[in-house]
Structure formats: structure tokens, C-alpha cells
């Protein structure tokens, strides 16, 4: 164990000596005694909140998400909310969901008995809810806050502990930092109040959730739709549609949502349709990934699909596939998607006269320029926030309480998206029904998505993005994405592929009112940007481009002189 920090020996010390360690999980540990790089790795810091809360590899350890890191997590959010909401009227309550992931149902038990023993009530679903649902329902029920246990697409090893405030939304760092605070303070795992299922439940600590919820969000997600009734009456049963919910937990309210707003046609992927924790039968449960959608292409051609869709393990994030002019199918990028279904939602708000004057469209500044410039067109406000729906959340909630702008739609790049103000996160239930309803609309016009796409380009630009990731594991993974940003930070480029850097964005300083984040924007003299931001969630730096050309052609060009020059040195 010599190769161990002092660190590492001692946690590992604790964990074996703590007499509320059960018997398992120290023989597991005992196995790696003869594994210090094993043990250094679980053991060498505490799992941290990053942009998705907790997120690690399942196993035991400090550093690995288990029931002893959720209850601690969760004896430390307990604290948190009994000091800012204690004094309120009645029990503080949190609502809590989980998707399909290896121990998922068991942590979010854990999650709601530890609530529990602080006298919180848990609100619970008995089995896999989307996040969106989780947010929408902490709204919708009043609660103090919420808890979904999920690792979004992260390979099957992870899961997760996302934490939400009563707004619905993910926490936002001045809320985070209070929490992280209080779970620090937690030394032990005797300092941990539990309660027994049975107790809570006769105490009315622990209220399991069903099909009321579950209703009232389909009913309010398909009020969102701008064309219920041409859906309903002829548009929904001329378009064919092949949903894969990749084995999580958009199967059902995906299903639901399309057959409630009038689509006839939905195909499921079958070898797809049911949880699986394994993801078994793709090599990441990912939409933004063509190879997630392999079998969902094969089907699409038996049935004649018009659009495929996919929504990943909590159905936060959609992927569309749809045919291009060569009859090929292509996967939609999170930006393209996002332009055609603020140019869908505005224009027909605007025809039927219902565009607000202060309508607002929220992106983040690694979002593409596309779907903002589209909306401008349109006389919508468009407002920039940092990588995380968050971030988008808190903006709906300000808008809300100074009544300065209506907001219509948020997007991320990374196929998150919202429309309406139900939920406070991004929403794949509602991401499908809508370019669905995109789809069908335009179909009744004789035009593929495809089709309006080349038709934005033509109005308003040729832009094209992309984002290039590195994934760096364990200890050494951090301190070399540590370094890449030191570099970059220290010594940024005057000129990429002949072009001149007009502005260096350090959103470290905490530019434009926003908070401080170790992320570094680099805008170039001909309109095209790159920006380099470490992954909140997984052990990637991540780097994304954005040009804007006269043509395909030139914009394809532009890409790859950025790309190629900035990404050499980023490897070097």
C-alpha cells in the first residue's frame, strides 16, 4: 500500500474499521489490498458535486456513488433544507425519482429513508420516472425540493444523485455550495439519520407517487402542442414515427404524450422498449450518438418512418434522425434540431397571433448562433447562459417573478430542450412531441425536416458546428485537463488557420453577470468561435467549434482548418 496517499490509507482505514460499513462492502474493499492504484482511485478524494450534482462509478468508496455516499449526500441536503426551509409552515418535503441504471431503486430508497429520519417527507416513485417528470413534480406538488437518481448517457458502471430546489430546477451554485458545505460536515456515517421503511411509512415520512402524477404531466406536457387539433384530425395519422427510448425511462410518457395529442402511427423499437440496466444492446444509451440509433434505422425502413427519435436512460435528452435528400438518414444535431423547433414554435405562434411581444429564447454559450438568429428574425430576446439547464431554469424563474420576458424556449447543444414553463429542466418527452408535431406539419406542406433545415440555411447562414471530447480518467485525468486549461489560460493564440482572435472569454472572471466557471472562449475575426470547457459529469475536456459559411462547402472548410489547428495543440 505504499503507492497509497496518507489520505487513502486512512479513508480506506475508516471505512473497514466503521461498524455501519456492512460486512459486504468491506470484503469487497479487502479484495484490493494488493491493488493500491485500485484503492487510491475509489479512495484518493469524496465524490463531488459537479453540473449534474453527484455522478461516479457505482462501488464502494469515497470516491464511487453507493449507498453510503447517497446517504451522506442526502444527510447533508436534509440539513440544508431544515435550515432555509424549517421555520415554513408544515414538514418540508422532497419529491424522488430514478431511472433504469444498476441500483437505482435501491439509492433512491436509501435517499428517502435517510429524509425520512430527519423528519422530511420523501415523496417516492416506485419505479423508473423521467427527470423532467421529477422537476415538473416538484412544482406541481409543492415540494421543498427534489432528488432523481440517474447518470443520464454515461456508460452503465455510473449513476448518479441529482439534487433540485423547489423551483424544480437543478441546484445553481450559491445553493450548491451551502449543500456541499452541510455534506461535508457530515464526518461519519453514524452522523447519518435513517429510518426504517415501515416506520416512515406509518409516520407518513414516506408517500409513494403513481398515476395521478403521472397524468396530470402528460396532460400538461401535451398543452405545449401549437397544432393539437391538425395533429389530432388528419397530420397524426399520415406521418409514421420509430421511437427507441434506449432502455430507460421515456418508454412510457414518450408513448403516451404522441398518442394523446393524435399521432396514430408509432413504431417502438422492441429489442429497445424495456429497462435495461446493462444498456445491452448499444455501446452507449446516448442520442446524440448514430450508432444508438442502428436499430431504430432498420426498423425505420421496414415501416417507411418519416422521423426516427430517441430519448436517453431519464429521457432529459432527444436525438432525431430523419432522411436526407438522398434518402439517407441522418442524425440531427442537438443544434440543428433546436433551430427547426424554434423556427416550428415561433412561426406558428406568430401566425396565430400569439408571439408574445417580450417572448425570450434562452440558449448557452456553447449553443449554436442558428437557432438565436432565428429567433431574432422572429423579434424574440435571446439571452446566453453557462453549459447546464440550470442555469436556463434560473432564467425561466426570473422571468417569472419580474414578468420582463415571456420564455418560449431553452436549448442546449447537447440535445436538451423545453418549451413552456411546467418544469424547470430540460424535457425529451417534450422535445419528441414537439418536432414530431414539427414533422407532421411540414409533411403536410410536402417537405422533410430535412428539407426545412436547407431552407433555414438558405435565410439565414450556413452554420455548422462541432465538438470534439478527450476523455481523461482517474487522478492523472484530471491534473492533465487541469493543464490543458493552464496552457490555453496562459497562452492563448493570436490567429487560428490565418484568422485573428478578436476576443479571449474567461467565464473564470465571471463575465456578464453570470458565474464563475473554468471554461475559455475564443471568438475569431470572421464570426466563427471555439471554446474549451471541461465536462461537469464525466472525465472529458470538451471542445467546441462554430463557423458560419456562404455554403456547405465553406463552412465545411472553415471547420476543418479550426478544428484540425486548434485540436493539435490541444493533443500536443
Given amino acids: 500500500m505504499a503507492e497509497m496517499s496518507q489520505r487513502t490509507k486512512d479513508t480506506v482505514q475508516r471505512w473497514l474499521n466503521d461498524p455501519y460499513v456492512d460486512e459486504e462492502t468491506k470484503q469487497e474493499l479487502r479484495t484490493f489490498e494488493n491493488d493500491p492504484q485500485e484503492l487510491e482511485e475509489r479512495f484518493y478524494r469524496d465524490l463531488e458535486f459537479g453540473t449534474g450534482g453527484l455522478r461516479g462509478i457505482i462501488g464502494p468508496g469515497s470516491n464511487r456513488i453507493n449507498k453510503y455516499t447517497v446517504g451522506r449526500a442526502t444527510q447533508g441536503l436534509a440539513r440544508y433544507i431544515l435550515e432555509v426551509h424549517g421555520a415554513a409552515e408544515g414538514k418540508p418535503s422532497v419529491v424522488i425519482a430514478h431511472d433504469s441504471r444498476h441500483f437505482s431503486p435501491e439509492f433512491s430508497l436509501e435517499a428517502a429513508l435517510v429524509l ?175 450508432e444508438a440509433f442502428t436499430m431504430a434505422m432498420k426498423l425505420g425502413e421496414e415501416v417507411g418512418a418519416d422521423i426516427l427519435i430517441g430519448t436517453d436512460p431519464d429521457a432529459d435528452r432527444m436525438g432525431a434522425v430523419v432522411k436526407n435528400s438522398q434518402g439517407e438518414y441522418v442524425v440531427l444535431t442537438g443544434n440543428q434540431s433546436g433551430a427547426i423547433m424554434i423556427h416550428y414554435l415561433l412561426s406558428q405562434l406568430k401566425e396565430a397571433g400569439k408571439l408574445p411581444d417580450n417572448a425570450a429564447v434562452v440558449k448557452t454559450i456553447v449553443t449554436s448562433e442558428m437557432g438565436a438568429t432565428i429567433a431574432q428574425f422572429y423579434g424574440a430576446t435571446v439571452l446566453n447562459t453557462l453549459t447546464g439547464f440550470k442555469y436556463i431554469g434560473e432564467k425561466m424563474t426570473q422571468f417569472q417573478k419580474t414578468g420582463q420576458h415571456t420564455f418560449l424556449f431553452g436549448y442546449e447543444e ?15 418527452v417534450l422535445a419528441s412531441m414537439l418536432i414530431c408535431e414539427a414533422a407532421a406539419y411540414y409533411k403536410g406542406q410536402g417537405k422533410t425536416l430535412y428539407n426545412v433545415l436547407e431552407e433555414l440555411y438558405d435565410q439565414f447562414g450556413y452554420f455548422l458546428e462541432n465538438l470534439e471530447s478527450r476523455t481523461l480518467k482517474g487522478k492523472d485525468g484530471i491534473a492533465q485537463i487541469q493543464g490543458i486549461m493552464s496552457d490555453w489560460r496562459s497562452a492563448p ?80
Fill in 414 to 428: 447537447s440535445y436538451g430542450y423545453l418549451a413552456g414553463t411546467y418544469a424547470r429542466d430540460k424535457d425529451a
Fill in 116 to 290: 425520512a429520519g430527519n423528519g422530511i417527507i420523501a415523496k417516492l416513485y416506485p419505479s423508473l420516472r423521467s427527470t423532467p417528470q421529477l422537476s415538473y413534480s416538484v412544482r406541481h406538488l409543492g415540494a421543498t425540493g427534489g432528488i432523481v437518481i440517474t447518470a443520464s448517457h454515461n456508460p452503465p458502471e455510473y449513476n448518479g444523485y441529482k439534487v433540485y430546489n423547489s423551483e424544480g430546477g437543478q441546484l445553481v451554485p450559491h445553493e450548491a455550495e451551502v449543500v456541499i458545505s452541510h455534506i461535508q460536515e457530515v464526518d461519519s456515517f453514524a452522523a447519518v439519520k435513517k429510518m426504517t421503511q415501515e416506520q416512515a411509512e406509518a409516520e407518513g415520512l414516506l408517500v409513494w407517487l403513481g398515476d395521478e402524477e403521472d397524468q396530470a404531466f402528460i396532460d400538461t406536457v401535451a398543452d405545449i402542442s401549437v397544432n393539437r387539433d391538425a395533429i389530432s384530425s388528419t397530420l397524426g395519422q399520415d406521418i409514421k414515427i420509430v421511437y427507441t427510448p434506449l432502455h430507460g425511462a421515456g418508454n412510457m410518457p414518450v408513448r403516451k404524450v404522441l398518442e394523446h395529442i393524435g399521432f396514430k402511427n408509432v413504431f417502438v423499437v422492441p429489442e429497445q422498449e424495456q429497462p435495461d440496466a446493462d444498456f445491452s444492446t448499444v455501446k452507449s444509451p446516448n442520442p446524440e450518438e448514430r
Fill in 493 to 572: 493564440p493570436e490567429q487560428v488557420g490565418g484568422v485573428a482572435i478578436e476576443t479571449v472569454l474567461d467565464y473564470a472572471q465571471g463575465l456578464n453577470g453570470l458565474p464563475k466557471e473554468n471554461v475559455l472562449k475564443y471568438m475569431l475575426a470572421d464570426g466563427s468561435w471555439f471554446c474549451l470547457r471541461p465536462s461537469g459529469t464525466e472525465p472529458k475536456i470538451k471542445v467546441y467549434f462554430a463557423v458560419r459559411g456562404q455554403s456547405l462547402e465553406d463552412a465545411q472548410q472553415k471547420m476543418q482548418s479550426l478544428s484540425g489547428q486548434v485540436m493539435a495543440r490541444v493533443d500536443a
